[in-house]
């Protein structure tokens, strides 16, 4: 498993490196070039100091890992928590920038991730992101640039950090954030622009993604054929995601609006495949605002997200249903390193089809796959700026979030159940 993980690393960082050590020879060759009236051992004394104020200064390293404990009633969560207790979800991330030029870095991250039958049990190791970064245009107040690679998805407040797990405001994510097709907004493969304006009056930014996403993904599958026979695999095709963000001075408010457009095909997994010709397509948008004072902090988001199946009229007719979700959050800061947090939080397939009616007597399958309805409560206890545990619970109404990997037998899932989570993180 380490063996793995360890290989795509350096796989995947071999370029990298080159790139670094390409960009030290530069540099070194221009302190040569200053020195050269210097006697012999002050220009190697020189050389050696500039390498290791470079590797210092613009070389970081971090890295974070985190590891969660389950119990529910009902429906299982990352692997078999149902009526017993589940390790099943563990995170392990490394990375690396490099400031190559005053407007040229370059980062990576690779990730180590189990998450129940979605991972399997020795989890799976891949390249989290990996980018070049070009500032284009620099000002005192204005900044725009470049990303090429593969590169984070600004979806909402979370997206972006969503693996860091002291990043979250609890164990699980709000709904709005597509923990079944998580791999599908993470990041996308091609290019991003972005630009930054700091005013009076707050700062503001604006990214736009363009390339292709992740969508082979077992679980995405699932969750849009209910079929767990289907033996095809989900290939991304040319997508967008964009989003405008506005934060006051200081962060006290933050207000973001991001769009996604996104474009699935599917390839069969043999000649009589049933699903070929399936093609999908998501246009979303979420609107996320937040208040953050000294003590008390309040968080909503609200997202729509037209979908088109479209393509196997001989399963099912093409559908576009309309999905909607919102939460809103309140947070209080009991102590300085203790926090408690209350959520509500909808999620519903269908707004034509709120409590599941029409699909279950189109399907004969349970209504409650076409909503879910949460109340979460969650303390945090930040024992150090490194180390972070959390408890969670929170119940639950509805199971249209449920992991189909996790819990395969689709009529037997659970409408009214219960979720308790403990966690504990670590960031260097």
Known sequence: MMQKFVYLIINKLGCFLCLCFLSLVVNAQDTDIKITEEPVMAQESSSWTTLKKVWHEDIQFHGFFSQGLFHTSGNNVYGNSKNSVSAGLTELGVNVSYQALNNLSFAVQGLYRRAGESTGDWGEASLDYAFFDYTFFNSSAVRMGLRGGRVKNPWGFYNETRDVASTHPTIFLPLVYFDR????????????????????????????????????????????????????????????????????????????FSYAHANVSYTPGNTLDPYTGLQLKFNSFILSTQYNGEKFSLVGEYALQWNQFAGITLIRPDSEPISEYWYVQAGYRI????????????????????????????????????????????????????????????RVHGASVVSGLDNTNIPERARDWNIYALQVAYRF
């Open 335 to 394: 102590l300085d390193n203790l926090q408690v947090t209350l959520r509500y939080d909808s999620s519903v397939q269908d707004i034509h089809d709120r409590s599941g009616r029409t699909f279950h007597q189109q399907t004969g399958l349970p209504a409650h796959l076409m909503f879910t309805k949460d109340i979460v409560v969650g303390l945090r206890w930040d024992i150090t700026p490194a180390w972070m545990v959390r408890a969670e619970y929170q």
């Open 181 to 256: 097709s998580r791999a599908l907004f993470l990041s996308l493969d091609g290019g991003q622009v972005y630009a930054d304006h700091n005013s009076s009056v707050g700062n503001f930014s604006y990214k736009l993604n363009f390339g292709l996403m992740n969508a082979d993904d077992d679980e995405l599958l699932m969750a849009v054929t209910f079929d767990p026979t289907v033996s095809g695999q989900l290939k991304g095709e040319p997508s967008l995601v964009t989003q405008l963000a506005y934060e006051s001075t200081g962060g006290l408010y933050a207000i973001a």
